[in-house]
């Protein structure tokens, strides 16, 4: 059973529909015990990281995320509250990944947010087995996480070299959106699925 946190921040009808289409089974839950229990964990999200984290907070889910030993998977904003820090809000996040969330600086021709399809490189590791380097994923954000020692996919938007996807530990992350990325986020979280 796969967990879905339910911290009223996320992009829900999205990542459930993927995993329906997968065949998987999951709960949708903001119950601590639930969440401990499950063999995976989700942790979605979109729009602001401040409010996000605060949702985060107020429903005593921070403690328990940061607890987790089983596989466990950050969607976008998702990822973003496991770094340091994030820029959106100048909110301190759950400090699992060694990084700090910041904004695109805008560039002449390059628009913020960072929105559609774009392709990762550097991919490294079991979430992204049988995924080419170069394959295409879906995002939509105005602020990224850097590179750092748990990077395990690039991706570039401009000027900036940014993690497209964090590991540490059991704890992973992922900036675009697996559930909206066809075929190959489809092999992302089945891959995910089979940690």
């Known amino acids: 059973m796969i967990a879905i946190v339910d911290y009223d921040a ?3 009808k ?3 529909n993927a995993l329906e289409r997968l065949g998987v089974e999951y709960t949708l839950t903001a119950d601590p015990a639930l969440i401990r229990s499950a063999e995976k964990v989700i942790l979605p999200g979109v729009g602001n990281a401040a409010a996000a984290m605060e949702s ?3 429903k005593g889910l921070e403690p328990v995320v940061m607890s987790l030993r089983q ?3 950050g969607i976008c904003v998702g990822m973003q ?3 340091r820090r994030s820029e959106e809000g100048d909110v301190r996040c759950m400090d699992i990944f060694d990084c700090e969330v910041r904004r695109f600086v805008p ?3 390059i628009k913020v947010p960072h929105m559609g399809w774009n392709s990762l490189g550097n991919l490294s590791g079991k979430l992204f087995a049988d995924v080419p380097g170069g394959s295409c994923v879906y995002f939509v954000h105005s602020y990224y996480a850097g ?3 748990d990077t395990i996919a690039t991706c570039r938007h401009g000027g900036t070299l940014f ?3 964090l590991k540490y530990e059991n704890f992973y992350g992922t900036q675009f959106h697996p559930e909206k990325s066809g075929a190959v986020g489809e092999r992302i979280l089945m891959n995910f699925i089979g940690l």
């Open 10 to 12: 996320g992009n829900i």
């Open 14 to 16: 999205s990542v459930t």
């Open 56 to 58: 985060l907070r107020a």
């Open 71 to 73: 596989p466990v998977l």
């Open 81 to 83: 509250l496991m770094c």
């Open 107 to 109: 560039e002449p021709g």
């Open 147 to 149: 590179l750092c020692p």
């Open 163 to 165: 993690s497209a996807a």
